[in-house]
């Protein structure tokens, strides 16, 4: 079974600069840890990480997924989220169960991030966890893929 | 460590009526399996129950938990999410780290579900998992109380 | 067949206080009047009478409906028509044919007044005919349950 | 004691088409309901009908039972309950006390059904009880002029 | 003459916790405050303190202080300022002359606690003056009641 | 200890003309009334009155308090109250303590009266006691300056 | 010169009813006065009148009028003014110099009647010096017309 | 087959007045291209024609439609398209396939009209291209109907 | 009797300025015409004239029209019209028939120049007719003060 | 004469999944028919055929298009349409007539949907005729270039 | 070439309080500032200032302005800016070139600060530079000019 | 100290195409410009100047940035303005100081445009100064970097 982490913009420059204010976990370290954590789910799960900061690209790996099989897709769209119906509809293009995460808790912030195009064709959102919430997303997307 | 797991109006009735629809689960066993996945989290986590169809027994609930040294609040609304500010404020005064959590996916649904009153004032929100959310947010909350 | 006629917050009020303003009918009057409507109606309708100016209760009292088997519900919501997704919800969840009832026009009112979330899960409204609108509304719920 | 009952736009399309979406009865059978109804109600009730779909029109009719000493009406505006003044302003300018009502549950259909000009001007609305609703109106009308 | 004092949801939770922030002041305290300000009033006046978090049980001491002959209330509704309608048909209700008043200035916080479903049917608003806001709240009931 | 009573547009006709409707009260007799109220406090407060229908003389004048050492204001800013942001600029600017009071209870009128330009600047807002209201304005600002 | 005044929907109530409240003025002495005036005018001044409480008899007079060369129109488009593009539309269309009167003060009225679709397709709009007001328009158009 | 073009108010006036403008084609011209255009589709094609500025004779014409076997209405609602529920509840009733055109861009013009009642229960909606768009709208109605 | 004619901000540069463009009347030519006119009315009636660009000015000469026994007003408010509610309340409060005009068709511009504080606490508005609508203005204020 | 034929976003994923559902048309089947349906038109017309999921490099095309002397441009943004200024801002750099079309009926769905950023500076727009809506917009290209 | 330097309200008060926030420069710096900024430009600029809390003053010194041939302006209308249709319309009425300046980022304040009425009759608006934002404009509005 | 100056979608296409109306100069003309400029200013200046159609190359260009050390940047991000919050994510993301510039007044245009995601996050906004506005850029930018 593959599933698909796809990070949106700017989601590249996370750990890299101003650990003090985010954190020491980079991009790296974080697909790191979801990977570790998929090992425990089960033997056979293959988990594959894209970024990019061009909404075009993200789609066009979407697409890709579609043909390549994945099963699910794990989501932080970033700034996207609020502005990109082109995104939300290639997920719902490919029908491919898909969980939506933001590491910030985008409910408690400016108002224009409260409202999500991608949310109304995933399956869920989670928001305000931080690099744990990648974790309960691949559970919660397991969860509706009948896996465990 | 106690973590307090506060169901909100309309909850009860989950699993006794249309299982063909809401699927066989009632609270009872969604509380269960809430415990048995505390049980694998660590020996010393104690999970308390709540229901109420009363905004006004949950407010006074949380009131309660903060005398009774309640580390971590795991909340799902129900309707009050998007009409309760008396809530919201409980939250706010005690200062107890919460997590948000709904079944369904409420971005999904009519659009005065979007917006809660009660996510900008807790760590963050989960909706769309089913049951399995309520997991989710327990290992949001105990990540955030950086309990594992 | 059972009916439960459902009276929100402020109605115990009527008649009590300024009868030249709000007329001589306490609840109690309107409540006879129903019920001597009702035995025009058919011999078998048995109809139960509640009135709570807390919402919690009011969604206890229709859960119990459910479980005690009632047929139809007739609901007066007072002011938690305007506010109150929990009520609306718990209508959604006991599946049980409802007319919603205003003794006012709320249409000519102030503007937060003309909308309800409860009509959108109720078979229909009924708003401004005072308390005749109560037997309107169980002709209404009637003619629904195909009883007459 | 004279009652007319206005049909606005498109409900002479009733009946004849897809019965099994809007049920066998025609407009006809409808109003001859109401007649059978008010027959009951008091042998010197006289009921009058009139349909059209020209706003004009209705309003005409309107101003004319003005003229011929109608004492109350009960309308169905169609569209027009969304879209038209004039049709309130001549509700308005001749006093007599007029019923809405509606087939359907507007306050659950499209939101720009939500809202209605005339309910402000009427004594009341009342929507979602199909034929029925027009025998309601004619009671909610008739306890308004102290008939019964 | 009767002054009835009513606390909202949360209220009870006041100077419990974190003094630093909240001041020293718990409810007690106030209501102390309250009573030795109306103490140098005028020696006959009985004021009476209740608080809840309860919409219900609020509303329902409303209706109580009519029956009991109460003459004027100070009321901090706390949340449910901006949320319930029901609230302020009890006060329609009982057209007993009351003052809203809060601790902190409400205008100066989120904008959806700057609108009051309570305030247009007091006689007036206090907001963010702190506890000192009853006793000017008092002042302006007294006021209104033509007491000093 | 000075104190600034700012009087904005229109409040100089007051108890001049229509005494049935606005009362006896001129602003000369409410000046007096706070001067008196204000003997009561403490004999070395100094209270100075301003009023204007300019909304530029009316900042000149806060400015102009700004240099003479004023430690309070209390200010009815009238119509400007809705739509003056070099108003609210001014106060934001000298940083004197200052309370908004309104004679008429801006809540229950036009819905473009609820909104406040001046009250997020300013300590709190006190509407609908008439001239009392003065005598709460300068209670809570003197407690503010923690005087009494 | 030919100068069209058109009366909207149920002006052709005017002063038959409730004059008491509406005037003694029936539409015939307003036209009646109307003609009086344009003789003070000018000798070969021609006006026709015309009233209807349809939308579409409307557009085709103003179709007919522009057939029939008419120079100005003066309308009294009633509730059609808030509610029809047709109207605007059809004086658009014939491009004849056009002033819209009101008997009322609409801007004073509920808030729909604020928004004319006609007043910007027009010279102008006068509004609440009852039938005044058609001698008004006839001066104002006539001065627009380079008559006088 | 029967295709019923509808054009609604103001279009009569097409080419008569202003051509340097509006262009040399009246209404005739046009549905003469339109019936040429017909006859190079299918030798059965009927095309019938019918103008009115008054919504509900156009309604009636969508009615007539339905009992006369009207396979497809092209219709140009002109300003009814922005204001009429009536209209579109009339293409709702019938399920006749309806196309919606306009000549000009009308995305492009006010706000107001950027807004269709009619296009959400029609096929489509095709807008800008002067009469070449009744063209369109024969090809796209045709295509729907599987008829080329 | 004295009428006061108040011009608002900018008017006093009519006609100094781009005459192609604003046309050859200067203020004193309007001004001129209004009192050339009023002669024509009646031998007794008494025109001032006053212009400001000061919103307090405004105010104060309000103010003063009702100490020297102004009978009426006409009052062109330029820009105040859309933002002055201190200009609002002080023709409110001297209780003096006002009316409004302006210039240009002001329900052809900017949409914030549709709305107007003035026209609700006026007789009503004139808008569109250049220096001719001071004139209209006059007739209509006579004409309410019963004067012709 | 070149036009070109732009897809916007996920418009490469038609006809390849789901034929049941979208058809069994692939964008290069569509593309074919568009160029059988040209080749119909003129000997001389030449087709070219664009599609991408990014913004950019939809852009990118639409200014090469200028370079390459393209005539005319028929689009179909996708998702882009309610969301990209800048691909607007190409269109109207570029000044090359184009024709916006969409498959589906867009204002029969979302919202969001109905609203186009493209359409005001479109030739004119076309939605819900599904592949057909693209030889249609080649017409209405065509016409306006008065080509045929 | 004469340059009109125009102060709004509240910015006397610059550089005289709180210099630790508000920087050491007093207006008078800032005047300097631009008088020496303006020297290394021409030797022929001739700049005035000009500084008022007052609405009025600050349209009656544009009016002057325009008299004594000013040939550019630059303004920081301070609150005005949101606020004032009356200061917008005296730059348009003596089509001035102007800038429009703000020291602070007006777009990242409140959301009211957000609109300017100025701004659309301005050449452009400069926002966020502190002092150096005078400098700027000045730059601006000579480039404007044609000047260097 | 190196300065970035990036040029978003279609600002390519300047100076290209109708000089007559955008001018003569090209995006070329402009950098030199600005080079020219910049070379005043100080010795050491670096002025790397980029320009891209699309969104995500902006962004990886910021990104960039931050890992190249530029000290400042001149953004003109074109219709990315009002549509990108990745964009102002990724100025966010690497805090580096940012100055927006318009060529146009997008205060004076569509409404749509006088929104900017990016201006809250940047030290300021320049519109309206055609080319002018990047050198006014680049000394707003310094200024801030306390270079001159």
């Given at each position: 079974?593959?599933?698909l982490?796809?990070?949106?913009?700017?989601?590249?420059?996370?750990?890299?600069?101003?650990?003090?204010i985010y954190?020491?976990?980079?991009l790296?370290?974080?697909?790191?840890?979801i990977?570790?954590?998929?090992?425990?789910?089960?033997?056979?799960?293959e988990?594959?990480?894209?970024?990019?900061?061009?909404?075009?690209?993200?789609?066009?790996r979407?697409?890709?997924?579609?043909?390549?099989?994945?099963?699910?897709?794990?989501?932080?769209p970033g700034g996207?989220?609020?502005?990109?119906?082109a995104l939300?509809?290639?997920?719902?293009?490919?029908?491919i169960?898909?969980?939506?995460?933001?590491?910030?808790?985008?409910h408690?912030?400016?108002?224009?991030?409260?409202?999500?195009?991608?949310?109304?064709?995933a399956?869920?959102?989670?928001a305000?966890f931080?690099?744990?919430?990648y974790?309960?997303?691949?559970?919660?997307l397991?969860?509706?893929?009948s896996?465990?």
């Amino acid at each position: 079974m593959k599933i698909l982490v796809l990070h949106g913009p700017n989601l590249n420059m996370l750990g890299i600069r101003e650990p003090g204010i985010y954190g020491d976990e980079t991009l790296d370290t974080i697909n790191d840890k979801i990977l570790a954590y998929a090992a425990t789910k089960n033997y056979s799960l293959e988990v594959e990480f894209f970024q990019s900061n061009h909404e075009g690209v993200l789609i066009d790996r979407i697409h890709a997924g579609f043909n390549d099989g994945v099963s699910g897709i794990v989501i932080n769209p970033g700034g996207l989220t609020h502005t990109s119906v082109a995104l939300r509809d290639a997920i719902s293009a490919v029908h491919i169960p898909t969980v939506e995460v933001h590491l910030s808790n985008v409910h408690a912030r400016e108002s224009f991030r409260h409202h999500s195009y991608i949310a109304p064709v995933a399956i869920g959102q989670i928001a305000g966890f931080g690099s744990t919430g990648y974790l309960m997303a691949l559970d919660g997307l397991l969860s509706c893929l009948s896996y465990e």
